[in-house]
């Protein structure tokens, strides 16, 4: 979940007056987002990924003030208005980073606090939302560093200025050699072509896409006017990107224009800013939360989630703020009326069930098989399914297996498989205990994975283990006969070679002709490997065999 | 002290050792009495016993037999005393058994099929049969081989051989005296009727009558029993599963390995999102693919995918086989299973239909104290018509009430479900609320019907924790794996 950490002092002073850490607490946890870390400096809050437009204090505070019903409804759309500046976008830029949008903010008035949270808000969205930049990315400017004509494309290794350096590099020294550029350049798929995306000026480069700005360029809290540009892979976040900066500079007080943007075939005008309508009925907002809200409620309850809404005949119609990238449909906006009534204030109601409900088949077998073990005085083990080659198979003198579950990414040697038989695990788990009194009489239930063909089979094995200074084969026989007893009285015992077990004292167990599961005393290096001291039995048994599965 | 065993102590008090004979005839009571009193003392170390392993001879059956009825050589003899008798007249067993052993005694002669009496029969059966002198010495005097004279050896193994006498080792007792404890304890021995240890005998004697048990030291440590126990997480997870059968639910479950298809792609999950990355989920290498066999769903999850995500989504990307990350997976395939039956209106099928699953989910995390690979979920569905959020409020409220948990519900996103919802649970330990799991109404484009004709409610919980909440004698959801047979025996049940 994104952590988004705010300055309070420049939370407090955006929330005005009535700003309490206490209220900012409850507030959040209303709307779904936990406060996990708050002091007199900081506070971080987890902001869930759909909401990218609360990743900055601005939209935060914006949606806090609608809350409380402290914000009269602003459309944060634009009026008609003609495009102040032209992107061209060059042929070939569609192979490397196909998508740009823009937005130009003037007239600003930044301070320190407000630079630092678009910044702040650039990065995490762009490494969120942004998908490491991968999907999204943004860059802002000075626009008074800036001389039009723009234009996007895809260009040789040229040079420039990267922000914050004091000297030129090329892009591939930047790729090679920056920071960003070694963490992001993997975007550009190090391409042979050596084709890097750019955004230029009449004066040069301003940023190699998706990497780094221009030195040139560079905003401070002295920067009035702002040039934003956004790209990526889908046409349509990129348009809606745009939407998003404009609500946040709009509440910043600043003047939105728009940017045209040409493509070779096509142009396009950002940010739209565009009213969204969407109409539900009351009546299905109501059924679906479980509580009657009427009408005037539904609108109140609306305006707190920053919507407008009117009524249209039998239907609730709201005004969807271009910045909410997250709302696809009506469903979306019945959860914000939810959010906004309250879930603790929505009483529980029951749901009548037809007819009683049932374990399954194998559960009531399990715990059947569970009992007799207990009962045969032996204790119940849990163990992780997981485990590597070593303990599956050398460490049980098998010679590996070709066919089983193998992970393609372990992150540790000790888990590169899923296990296929249970017996190794619980041996383990009597090394770890051989100090503890004997005998130790264990078992578990649970599932082992083999590969049939191409294609996993998943069977619950039992698995068995009793060691002792005078554990022998009979005890395992003993076991294995009062089990069958039980369970499968039709199945035989028959001699069996395992090497895991001392040649000669290890049997099988057949049902049918077809061996379902074997035991024995257990090898001395077997034991040795798994650090068991004493003589041990094992047994190891396909239950799943026994339902017919 | 019992009177039995205080009736042997005083026959011993003079310090020297005794026969068993001699404490049965000094003690005045029966045999079987001196030796249960015998062994209780010597069990507490008061009388030390010394025994010797000797050989016994003792009648057979068959030894007996003739012990009473004469020898079989003795009785055919008798019966040749006046005349001669023809051999085939003599066909009895016990008759044939005479002939061979008075042949070969020499007792007999046989001419022409006629038995004839020798001289030696003759004086045989004047003075006696050696081996009948023997039977009758053997039979007063059970007892040791050795003491046979040296003259009827030859006899006595001929009885052995004929199995009328049979040897064995035998334990004898030789003798008996007091050990130091027991010459100290026999001064301050008194008469009471203390029964130490009961015995069969006891009870079936009615030995109790008159006596007294002898107490024990309730404060005296013993050795420690350990009960063979279940699990605790296993438990609790039963416990989970009846709480949900009694609220009418019935249980499913699914595979652990699973194209991507299940696990994210029909949840809603955009195929660029964090969570399907390498580093959090255990991807495959065999198998490395997974086929959808319900092609049909996948276009229209596919269609969903790129209408709502505004990106690719590639078919290929949703065969990757991993393994199960959650346990909604199960969920979804018994969701589009019944929604299919209900679209294709062939079946009436009554709503809401309640199932849950319990199952082993797997993340790619680094292993620490706090984090494992695998560990449990409960996942459940509702499918219905016009379920609400305060259905599954109501729904989640009962089933944790069921196992002692308060839960209260927050706002949360989850790409599958609008209303979402995240579950938390207050702990006493840590004086503070935690998560515990997700839940909410599923998406219309999943189940590709509008909410007004079906709408699901689901959740997944986590179970581990559960546990943690409970029992505070375990710190850590890593404790509840993998351990030996130690951390066990110290859980308590209740």
Known sequence: MPVITFRMEYLSRLIGKSFSKKKLESEALALGFETERMDDKEVSIEITPNRPDLFTAIGFVRALKYFEHRKTYLGYTLGESSPSFEIFVEKGVERVRPFISAVVARNLELDEDALADLINFSEKFCELYGRRRRKIAMGMHDLSGCTPPFHYGAYGDEKFTPLNATEEASFSEVLNEHEKGVQYGGILGGNATALYPALKDAKGVMALIPIINSERTKISSKTKDMLIDITGTSEYLVGKTADLLASIFMDLGADIERVSVRYPTKSDIFPKAERRYLEIELSRMEQEIGVAIGSGNMISLANKMGYEAAIVGRNMRFSVPPYRLDIINEQDIIEDIAIAYGYDYIAPITVPSIGSGNLSKSSVLFSRVSELMIGLGFSEMLNSYLTNEKANFSEMRIAEDKDYVKIKNPKAESITMVRTWVLPSILRSIGLSRHDRMPQKVFELDLAVMMKGEKPSEEYHLAAAAAGPKVNFNDAKAIAEALLHSLSPSSNILKYEHPSFIEGRCASIALDGKVIGFFGELHPEVLFNAGIEEPTIGMEMNISALLGE | ?494
């Open chain 2, 1 to 494: 002290m019992h009177r039995y065993e205080l009736a042997v102590l005083n026959v011993l008090k003079d310090g020297k050792s005794s026969s068993l004979e001699g404490i049965l005839k000094k003690s005045g009571i029966g045999r079987d009495e001196v030796l249960w009193a015998l062994e209780n003392l010597s069990a507490r170390k008061l009388v030390s016993i010394e025994r010797r392993q000797s050989t016994v001879a003792e009648l057979t059956e068959e030894g007996s037999r003739y012990l009473r009825e004469g020898l079989p050589e003795e009785l055919l003899l008798r019966s040749l005393k006046k005349s001669g008798v023809s051999v085939s007249e003599l066909s009895g067993v016990s008759e044939r058994i005479g002939l061979q052993w008075s042949k070969r005694n020499g007792f007999i002669a046989i001419s022409d099929g006629i038995v004839g009496i020798t001289s030696k029969g003759k004086e045989a059966l004047k003075s006696g049969i050696t081996e009948a002198m023997v039977l009758h010495e053997i039979a007063e005097n059970p007892g040791r081989y050795v003491s046979i004279s040296e003259r009827n050896r030859e006899a006595a193994d001929n009885l052995i051989h004929r199995k009328l006498v049979s040897l064995s080792s035998k334990s004898e007792i030789t003798g008996i005296s007091l050990t130091a404890r027991g010459r100290e304890e026999a001064v301050h021995a008194s008469g009471d009727e203390w029964v130490e240890s009961l015995s069969k005998g006891i009870i079936s004697g009615k030995g109790w009558e008159g006596v007294r048990f002898k107490p024990y030291d309730v404060g005296s440590p013993v050795e420690r029993e350990y009960p063979a126990i279940r699990h605790p997480l296993r438990r609790i997870i039963d416990e989970i599963k009846t709480a949900y059968v009694g609220m009418g639910f019935s249980e499913i479950s699914g595979p652990i390995v699973e194209p991507s298809f299940w696990v994210f792609d029909s949840l809603f999950v955009p195929q660029d999102h964090p969570a399907r990355e390498m580093q959090d989920t255990f991807y495959l290498s065999s198998p490395e693919r997974l086929s959808v066999k319900e092609r049909e769903y996948m276009k229209q999850i596919g269609k969903a995918h790129r209408d709502s995500w505004k990106g690719e989504w590639e078919e290929d990307i949703a065969e990757q086989a991993l393994l199960r990350p959650h346990m909604t997976s199960v969920s979804s395939r018994f969701m589009h299973s019944i929604i299919e039956q209900i679209k294709s209106g062939k079946a009436e099928i009554q709503l809401p239909i309640k199932l849950f699953t319990v199952g082993r989910v797997f993340r790619n995390e680094n292993l620490d104290y706090k984090h494992l690979a695998d560990f449990y979920q409960t996942d459940g569905i509702i499918i219905g018509k016009d379920l609400t959020v305060a259905n599954l409020f109501s729904t989640l409220a009962e089933l944790y009430a069921h196992i002692g948990i308060k839960i209260k519900f927050k706002p949360a996103y989850f790409p599958f479900v609008e209303p979402g919802v995240e579950v938390f649970a207050y702990s006493e330990r840590a004086k503070e609320w935690l998560e515990i799991g997700g839940a909410g109404m599923i998406r219309s484009e999943i189940t590709g019907m509008p909410r007004k004709r079906v709408n699901v409610l689901a959740w997944g919980l986590g179970v581990e924790r559960d546990l943690l909440l409970r029992d505070q004698t375990i710190n850590s959801i890593t404790e509840l794996y993998g351990k030996g047979i130690g951390w066990l025996r110290q859980r308590q049940v209740v």
